[in-house]
């Protein structure tokens, strides 16, 4: 294009001449096509790469399952790859939107204020939507994780936000422009995503933790049953498989709510806006709330399974307190 342009330069015997007002009107207009044109290419490679991706983890999901994180790890690599080629795409794409060396002045991206104003909001909608859609797949991609009982979900949630970092890149202003702030509505979504994200995250633990919960008494009233029960070693095992649950457990809402912002825009507080600031802290001290009843109630029950201290009289101290020990325990991890 730009050895075609020059095909049209006048003489070198001639003097130099600026190019007329509709030459930059014919720049702006060409520009803001291929603006256009570069973005559509890149909305449609990256749904056809999501829905690729997604085609290919549902089939891994399906086949050996020996190593939990492969799926995930898979489903990871291919995203990332896609996005980070469909952004070198578009830039390249956009790279020769105006001739070489003959593009506005500095800090402009068009000829014409109406133009460069026209872009702004082309390139703001550019951007919410790609959010949006990435927003979107990542919540996909984070239930199709919280479902796959097979799957390592704490290497899903990692490959998640990477892949989530990789898609909303996509959406960047090319280099050429000047950086500028999101508008306000970018940060009013963001804090919309982060709070479903800690709502989902929060929901999840709960659920995991009942489960829990559920499994470890049914284990416990399995072994009491068993020949030469010991209550104490029945104690010790329902302990262990609370401890070792509910740390996971915990392991994994961190790993879920570890992305809730794109890194590098986390706002200084917990949200952007004060009013989103307010609401999340309600969630959370209703959530801190909900977990020290659900596991003082848990602690309860498990007393209520002890009998009576000092009933068998062969016990010595140690070994009727120890059960006590244990519940205690158990709920603290299930607090933390």
Same mark, same amino acid.
């Given at each position: 294009?730009? *050895?075609?342009?020059? =095909?049209?330069?006048?003489?070198? /015997?001639?003097?130099?001449?600026?190019?007329? @007002?509709?030459?930059?009107?014919?720049?702006? $207009?060409?520009?803001?096509?291929?603006?256009?044109?570069?973005?559509?290419?890149?909305?449609?490679?990256?749904?056809?790469?999501?829905?690729?991706?997604? %085609? *290919?983890?549902?089939?891994?999901?399906?086949?050996?399952?020996? &190593?939990?994180?492969?799926?995930? @790890? @898979?489903?990871?690599?291919?995203?990332?790859?896609?996005?980070?080629?469909?952004?070198?795409?578009?830039?390249?794409?956009?790279?020769?939107?105006?001739?070489?060396?003959? %593009?506005?002045?500095?800090?402009?991206?068009?000829?014409?204020?109406?133009?460069?104003?026209?872009?702004?909001?082309?390139?703001?909608?550019?951007?919410?939507?790609?959010? !949006?859609?990435?927003?979107?797949?990542?919540?996909?991609?984070? =239930?199709?994780?919280?479902?796959?009982?097979?799957?390592?979900?704490?290497?899903?949630?990692?490959?998640?936000?990477?892949?989530?970092?990789?898609?909303?890149? =996509?959406?960047?202003?090319? &280099?050429?422009?000047?950086?500028?702030?999101?508008? #306000?509505?970018?940060?009013?979504?963001?804090?919309?995503?982060?709070? #479903?994200?800690?709502?989902?995250?929060?929901?999840?633990?709960?659920?995991?933790?009942?489960?829990?919960?559920?499994?470890?008494?049914?284990?416990?009233?399995?072994?009491?049953?068993?020949?030469?029960?010991?209550?104490?070693?029945?104690?010790?095992?329902?302990?262990?498989? =609370?401890?070792? $649950?509910?740390?996971?457990?915990? /392991?994994?809402?961190?790993?879920?709510?570890?992305?809730?912002?794109?890194?590098?825009?986390?706002?200084? %507080?917990?949200?952007?806006?004060?009013?989103?600031?307010?609401?999340?802290?309600?969630?959370?001290?209703?959530? &801190?709330?909900?977990?020290? !009843?659900?596991?003082?109630?848990?602690?309860?029950?498990?007393?209520?399974?002890? %009998?009576?201290?000092?009933?068998?009289?062969?016990? !010595?101290?140690?070994?009727?307190?120890?059960?006590?020990?244990? #519940?205690?325990?158990?709920? !603290?991890?299930?607090?933390?």
């Amino acid at each position: 294009r730009t *050895e075609c342009i020059a =095909m049209g330069d006048p003489p070198a /015997s001639e003097a130099p001449r600026s190019p007329p @007002a509709a030459y930059f009107t014919a720049s702006d $207009a060409y520009a803001t096509a291929v603006y256009t044109r570069c973005n559509i290419e890149a909305v449609a490679s990256s749904v056809a790469a999501t829905a690729q991706a997604f %085609g *290919e983890l549902n089939v891994c999901t399906l086949g050996d399952r020996t &190593d939990p994180a492969h799926c995930s @790890a @898979a489903h990871t690599a291919t995203m990332v790859a896609a996005h980070s080629r469909i952004a070198t795409i578009r830039e390249v794409c956009n790279t020769c939107a105006y001739p070489k060396d003959s %593009g506005p002045d500095d800090k402009k991206v068009r000829f014409a204020v109406a133009a460069s104003a026209a872009h702004t909001t082309a390139s703001d909608l550019f951007i919410a939507a790609t959010f !949006t859609r990435c927003n979107v797949a990542a919540v996909a991609s984070s =239930m199709a994780a919280a479902a796959d009982s097979y799957g390592d979900v704490i290497t899903a949630y990692s490959g998640i936000c990477k892949t989530r970092t990789a898609c909303i890149a =996509m959406g960047d202003s090319p &280099d050429s422009e000047p950086n500028r702030e999101p508008t #306000a509505a970018y940060y009013t979504a963001s804090d919309a995503y982060a709070t #479903a994200t800690y709502a989902r995250c929060n929901s999840g633990a709960v659920i995991s933790s009942w489960a829990a919960i559920a499994t470890a008494f049914a284990d416990f009233n399995v072994c009491k049953l068993g020949v030469n029960a010991d209550l104490a070693g029945c104690s010790t095992t329902r302990t262990n498989t =609370m401890l070792a $649950a509910h740390l996971q457990i915990a /392991s994994v809402r961190t790993e879920c709510n570890a992305c809730a912002y794109p890194p590098a825009s986390k706002p200084v %507080g917990a949200r952007f806006a004060v009013a989103a600031e307010a609401a999340y802290n309600v969630a959370s001290n209703a959530f &801190d709330a909900a977990t020290s !009843t659900r596991c003082s109630a848990a602690y309860t029950a498990i007393v209520s399974t002890l %009998g009576v201290p000092g009933a068998d009289a062969s016990k !010595t101290a140690c070994e009727i307190g120890k059960p006590y020990a244990d #519940a205690a325990t158990a709920h !603290t991890a299930c607090i933390a």
